[in-house]
């Protein structure tokens, strides 16, 4: 695999965090218990995640010709 | 004597010999997380109810640090392309930012490691338990900023709570055993400190690479650019593995 | 070694001129993967002949417990001091030697000879190669060796003396004793696993990429296959237990508790630890590694035995294709099975009825080895030359060990037999007479090839028989004393349990069994009078011994015989190119017997 097979990994489980931080801190929101500071670190995850996702698709864009071996 | 398929791949695997070798030992680096991951699972179950910390750790700092090697993780790959379209300039420029952020973050790491090294606990003989950052000590007396709790379950959950602030002193001879947040306080310190301990000193190895590369390697881009585009490349899988682990490391040492 | 060669100076047959080296970078610091696998040889002969001695007193201990060592007493009083005052072993002297025979023998002697000797001299030589793939990082991996070689070795003469919680090291025990030997026993362990770790992922990498061309996977000789799955093993389970060493070691300096319960009291007082950790934990990962350790150290012996038998019976290997499956399959169920030694830990039923499952999977792919190793002699013209004889004995003594294995791996009997002297006897099958008849065989079969001269016939049969017979005096009975309920570690030899010290207590050792060990010692002592032949030959045979007339003295078809002998820096005359399989002996339509892999069709 090339550094450009190990970086889409990367980018996937970078993804995946920010999504799965935001489902999470969501959640505690709508909880009786839940504070400001949840909602804004959801959101944060959100905004991150969806960042995250757009940047894979212009770097794989970008490296179109970088083989994945 | 030349070594075959050093620079250019071997035409049936279609890879040359240095990165098989790194996925070798990458693959033997996943086993020796995987171990360490193991024990922290078996450990984390095994603790009685209640007494696992939360939210012992900065989670905007954790963030910050995870941004931080995401971004490295960009950089590295935008060296190497650098490379392969042949702007050394360019490479050097990326390659300078990677060393940068590696660097911001073990400072970071530090700072987080000194944090907890001026923690204590202090247990008093009359029973109560003060728990705070280290202000100052003289032969008769220990200055704490921090708080007085009853019990010491008290201290295991400190999501949401405030930081406390008063200073307390503390009589040395009021004083019956005085803990260190190292990892002796307890098993969840002693993983925090062995795992990124672990995790910090692969950064340092990668940062070294990266220096050389940086630096006195880079010599080898005037006279064999191909191979030395493989070497950053086997660089940045390296570091790559090293965010991933991170990756792992952060949701399962400051979040849950 | 180049004294002996037939005058090929190395640059006259290189396109590339090389300038001469002087002795610190031929012999020392050399990147060549020959002069790195007989270093690798001869460091790792040294460690199993010093592993040897420590068994030999400890064997004295268990016969005669509280009598001074003969001959080296006085020795070890004047070295070690209060341990072995007068020069009788204390039992913290002799828990010492155990915990170190243990490991010297597996980690410092038999894995080193087996993957870092042999797979280093000869994999890139029966492939084609040049030379390793990374040949600087195997000078490394060998340095590294040899300072865990250093670090074990000093923790010997540290007050308290070396490691003494056996080579499995168990905690809370080993963390336990008050003294720096199971310190210094994993420091030596962390360099030990880097440098195997260094080791593996460049032999793999040398298959992948290296092969001649035309050597495809499936006419790879039957001991590459073997050490590639073995380097597998190694690169694969070792992190695990380097994970593990790393957290006693933790444990030991740092203070942590990751396998030391809450609760722990030592020396009666209760530890001033933490607490929270988990001693099973240290099991798990121990075993994790241990497990597919003892098949590194098995299946480069099954591959050195391929070879020689196949050149032997003048015959191709019997199921080339399910020799290399077996061990294939071996390599990867091995990862399955670590906790079929932890029966005795109260493991549920399920969790138990897995292991003993997997166990009894494994033993397939062994039987299968030794059925198509036995099948390949039927019917061949046996040469019966000293490397074959050993390869010939290993086949039965391998067998004993696989099949007193069966027991053990099903929980219900294991209860009876675990850390009795069964298990001993056991492992030792699979390991003394297996691996190590294994490992002489390589040595009387490639030693042409190394030095260009023949060892003596007579006394390698000498040497050979002799070993035999000891060998098996020594580990059948300790079968019987297991059965009988014997105990393994015990510094007095089962003593304080026999029917002389508990009269009347059902189940006491009686005279006989403990008898037994006295014989066991002599039998010891004859394996170690073996042994002399051995040493003298090896050494005159370097110097003095017969010439060979041809660079394939056996008339061998796999690559490494097509070199000069011995092989230069950088191995062939020319790179070669593979045209057949590895075993195409007895052809029908050739003249000669023996078709090597590099002759063209036709
Ligand atoms: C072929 C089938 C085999 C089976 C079913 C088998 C089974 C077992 C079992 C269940 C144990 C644990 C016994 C106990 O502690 O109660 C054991 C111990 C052991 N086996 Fe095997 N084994 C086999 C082959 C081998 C081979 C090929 C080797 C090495 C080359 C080997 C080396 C060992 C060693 C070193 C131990 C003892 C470890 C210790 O406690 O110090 N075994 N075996
Ligand atoms: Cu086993």
Redesign the interface.
Known sequence: MSLKAVHLVFVTALSALCAGLAVWKLVDFFRPTGQAGDLALGVVGLLCAAGVVVYGRYFLKKLKSVGYL | ?????TVQ??PD?????????M???L???V??????F??YI??RV??PEG?WPHGWLS?PLGTLN?LIL?LS??T??LA??AC?ARMFDRYKFFQGITLLLGVIFLGIKGYEYHDKLTHYTVVLKDGRIADGHWVSATPSEVVLKGEFVAERSELADRR?RAKAHEEIRLARDQVQKMQVY??????YL?LY??MTG?HGLHVLGGLVVFAFLWGPGSRLWKTDPDRFTNRV?VA??FW??V??VW?FL??VLY?T | MQATSPAIPASTHHPAHHPETGFWRTYIFSTDHKVIGIQYGITALCFLFFGFLLMLMMRWQIAHPGEPVPIVGPLLAAVLGDVAARGVMSPDLYNSFGAMHGTIMVFLGVVPLAVGAYGNYLVPLQIGANDMAFPRLNMMSYQLYFLGGIVMLTSFFIPGGAAQAGWTSYSPLATAIPTDGQTFWLIGMVFLITSSLLGSVNLITTIIQLRAPGLTWMRLPFFVWAQFTASFLLLLAFPPLETAGILQLMDKLAGTSFFLPTGLAIGGKLADISGGGSPLLWQHLFWFLAHPEVYVLILPAMGIIGEIIANNTRKPLWGYKSLVFSVLMIGFISFLVWAHHMYLTGMGTRISAFFQTTTMIISIPSVIILTALLISLWGGSIRFNTPMLFALAFLPMFGIGGLTGLPLGFSASDIHLHDTYYVIGHFHYVVAPGTIFALFAGIYYWFPKITGRRMNEYWGKVHFWGSLLFMNLIFMPMFVQGLAGMLRRMSDGGLQYSAAKVPGVAGALSGPILGLNNFILWAAAGLAIAQIPFIINFFWSIAKGQPVRSDNPWEATTLEWQTPTPPPHGNFLKPPQVYRGPYEYSLPGYDKDYVPQNQPPG
């Open positions: 004597m030349d070594i075959p398929y791949p071997r695997t279609g890879v040359y010999n240095a990165k098989v070798g996925w070798l030992f693959a033997s680096e086993m020796l997380f995987g171990g360490l193991s024990a078996l450990l095994a603790a007494t989670i995870t995401a993780a960009v590295v790959l190497w392309a392969k949401g190292g990892p002796a306080y307890n098993t002693a400190f062995t672990l490349e940045g899988l790559h593995f965010d991933l990756i952060f949701p979040l």
